[in-house]
C-alpha cells in the first residue's frame, strides 16, 4: 500500500493521536519486526517496552502509556483496534467478475454478473449465486442450492445440493456442507442407511474452517446461526442446530438433533452428545465430553463433563489423594493393621 497517516488511522478507529498526525504508515507488524513506516500493536508494558525500542513509526495502544520517541494512536481496546486496522494495511483480495473458461455451469443455474466463478468448478442444477460471490476455484454446487451475496468459498468446498447458505459466509479450503448424516438402524444383521432427506441452512456472517464438515438433516435442516464462527477439522452432525455467534474451536463434534444456544462458547475437542439442550451463553473447556444438557449461562468442564466448580472440587481431591493413601496407611502401620495388598 502506498501509506496512510496516523491521524487518519486514528480517525478509523475513533481513536485519538498523540504526537505527530501526519506521519505515514506503510505496514502493520509486532514489535520484535517492525520496520520504520510500521505501525505496531501493544496491549501490555512488556509490548510496548518492546514496541518502543523498535524501527516502529507508531504505536496502537489502549493503557496510560506516554512516549517521547514514539507516535501513539490512543483506542479505548488495543485488540479490538487491532482487527479493524489490519484490513487496512492487508486488504482482502479482490476477485473479478465472470466465469472461468474450465468451469462447467448448469443452464438453469441463475450466477449474478458479478460474480466470479473460478477455474474448474461445477454448478448444478437451478443454483442460484447472488451478486459478488466467490467460487474460488475447484468448488462443486449440488443442484438446488443457494450462495449468498458477497459470500467466498475457497478453493475445495464442497456444497451437497438444497443447501442454502447467506450472506458475507467465508468457507475454508476442504469443507464439506451437506454430506448425509451418519444414520443407520440395525436390521436383520445390518446396519441399513437411514435415508438423509433433509438440508443445510448456514445464516448471514458465519464463518467455516478448513476441512469441517457439516451433515445435511436427516428431516429438516442442520443449521447455523447468524455470526457463528467454526474452526477447521469440526464435525457438526445431522439436525445440530447452533445459535447465533457462537465459537466452535477445532476439533470439536456434536451428535446429532442436539441445540446449541446464543454466544455459546466450545472449547478445543469438546464432544457433545446427541439430543442435547445446550444453553445460550455457555462455556465448554477443551477436551470434555457433555452427556447431559446444559443450562444458559453455565460453565462446565471434564469428561464426563460437570459444572465448573464441582469439576475442579474433584480434580483438587484427586490431586491430594496420594498424600491422604500415604497418611492413611501410616494410620494403619501405627495401629498395627497392614496396607491392602500385604496380606
Not at 510500521?38 to 502509556?65: H, T, Y
Not at 468448488?139 to 451475496?149: A, D, F, T
Not at 464426563?304 to 474433584?314: I, N, T, V, Y
Not at 493413601?325 to 493393621?337: A, F
Request: glycine share 12%; aromatic share 4%; with cysteine.
Amino acid at each position: 500500500m502506498n501509506g496512510i497517516t496516523a491521524a487518519q488511522v486514528a480517525e478509523k478507529l475513533q481513536g485519538q493521536v498523540q504526537g505527530d498526525g501526519s506521519v505515514v504508515l506503510t505496514g502493520f507488524a509486532p514489535a520484535v519486526s517492525a520496520k520504520a513506516g510500521d505501525l505496531a500493536f501493544a496491549e501490555n508494558e512488556a509490548f510496548f517496552a518492546r514496541a518502543e525500542q523498535s524501527a516502529a513509526a507508531a504505536i496502537l495502544v489502549d493503557g496510560p502509556f506516554v512516549s517521547e520517541r514514539k507516535v501513539l494512536i490512543r483506542v479505548p481496546n488495543a485488540r479490538i483496534a487491532f482487527a479493524r486496522v489490519l484490513p487496512l494495511f492487508f486488504p482482502e483480495k479482490q476477485y473479478p467478475a465472470g466465469i472461468h473458461a474450465t468451469a462447467v455451469i448448469a443452464p438453469s443455474a441463475q450466477v449474478d454478473a458479478t460474480a466470479h466463478i473460478g477455474p474448474f468448478c461445477h454448478v448444478g442444477e437451478n443454483v442460484q449465486i447472488a451478486a459478488r460471490a466467490v467460487l474460488q476455484g475447484g468448488n462443486h454446487l449440488g443442484e438446488n442450492s443457494v450462495i449468498g451475496e458477497d459470500t467466498n468459498l475457497f478453493p475445495g468446498v464442497i456444497v451437497y445440493p438444497l443447501t442454502r447458505i447467506g450472506r458475507r459466509v467465508r468457507i475454508h479450503a476442504g469443507a464439506v456442507i451437506g454430506a448425509d448424516g451418519f444414520g443407520y438402524v440395525f436390521d436383520a444383521g445390518i446396519h441399513r442407511k437411514v435415508p438423509q432427506a433433509g438440508t443445510v441452512i448456514i445464516h448471514d456472517d458465519v464463518e467455516i474452517g478448513a476441512n469441517s464438515t457439516i451433515d445435511r438433516g436427516a428431516l429438516g435442516p442442520t443449521v447455523i446461526g447468524r455470526g457463528t464462527k467454526i474452526d477447521n477439522l469440526v464435525q457438526i452432525a445431522h439436525n445440530v442446530t447452533i445459535g447465533e455467534h457462537c465459537l466452535v474451536v477445532a476439533q470439536v463434534g456434536v451428535a446429532g438433533s442436539t441445540t446449541i444456544g446464543d454466544y455459546t462458547i466450545l472449547a478445543g475437542q469438546v464432544g457433545i452428545a446427541g439430543h442435547l439442550k445446550i444453553g445460550g451463553k455457555v462455556i465448554v473447556a477443551a477436551q470434555s465430553g457433555v452427556m447431559n444438557d446444559i443450562p444458559d449461562g453455565g460453565k462446565w468442564l471434564g469428561a464426563p463433563a460437570q459444572p465448573d466448580r464441582q469439576a475442579k472440587r474433584q480434580i483438587i481431591a484427586l490431586q491430594q489423594l496420594p498424600d491422604l493413601i500415604r497418611r492413611v496407611n501410616e494410620l494403619e502401620k501405627r495401629s498395627g493393621q497392614k496396607p491392602p495388598g500385604q496380606d
